[in-house]
């Protein structure tokens, strides 16, 4: 069965710095893309980044464009997305996602993690 | 912001059929990109509810339907249960934004 957990959120003040990760267990990790996801309190889902199989290509959504960094380690089975000069309409429920290959969606989700950006 | 738009809610009685409807532009859904829909239930994570405009993944029930046309997709559930209260989300690729597009969410009711 399919796993994806989340860490790494909390509070973080306008201008720093977070990491988030997702272990990821119940299939061959090395053989997917993987993508973060986010969603603003109250609202819709945006799509953040995403990785492909070995670590390349990457693509990110404008809106976080030059601040995040999305990685992978194929050894440890983890997914993660740097996050630097942070603001406040960042704060969100980052969820990984799992892409299905072949095809431009996500067939399994992690439970989320929560980022707030406040001051 | 969005590129996909859905209506904001639908509602209908148990054992009706409802309608969700995602419009998008020549860049997205009529460029030929597939159109795929996720369900989430109140404070859990998005599922995947339908992939390929029309295609179910195992488990989901087959009153879940999908259909895509010109620029336009669109989700069916028929025999609408309590259960199914939830809010939906389309979700395609953009050519111009080189990156994945999600709808603007409709949150179904259930009188």
């Known amino acids: 069965e399919v796993h994806l957990v989340e860490s790494g959120g909390g509070l973080v003040q306008p201008g720093g710095s977070l990491r988030l990760s997702c272990a990821a267990s119940?299939?061959?990790?090395?053989?997917?893309?993987m993508s973060w996801v986010r969603q603003a309190p109250g609202k819709g889902l945006e799509w953040v980044s995403i990785?492909?199989?070995?670590?390349?290509?990457?693509y990110y959504a404008d809106s976080v464009k030059g601040r995040f960094t999305i990685s992978r380690d194929n050894s440890k089975n983890t997914l993660y997305l740097q996050m630097n000069s942070l603001r406040v309409e960042d704060t969100a429920v980052y969820y990984c996602?799992?892409?299905?290959?072949?095809?431009?969606?996500?067939?399994?989700w992690g439970q989320g993690t929560l980022v707030t950006v406040s001051s | 912001q969005s590129v996909l738009t859905q209506p904001p809610s639908v509602s209908g009685a148990p054992g009706q059929r409802v309608t969700i409807s995602c419009t998008g532009s020549?860049?997205?859904?009529?460029?030929?990109?597939?159109v795929h829909w996720y369900q989430q239930l109140p404070g859990t994570a998005p599922k995947l509810l339908i992939y390929?405009?029309?295609n179910r993944p195992s488990g989901v029930p087959d009153r879940f339907s999908g259909s895509k046309s010109g620029t336009s997709a669109s989700l069916a559930i028929s025999g609408l249960q309590a259960e199914d209260e939830a809010d939906y989300y389309c979700?395609?690729?953009?050519?111009?934004?080189?990156?994945?597009?999600f709808g603007t969410g409709t949150k179904v009711t259930v009188l």
């Open positions: 996602a799992k892409k299905y290959t072949g095809s431009y969606h996500f067939d399994y």
């Open positions: 390929g405009n029309s």
């Open positions: 020549s860049a997205n859904i009529g460029a030929g990109h597939d």
């Open positions: 119940g299939f061959t990790f090395s053989n997917y893309g």
């Open positions: 990785i492909g199989s070995s670590g390349v290509p990457t």
């Open positions: 979700q395609s690729y953009d050519n111009s934004l080189s990156g994945y597009v």
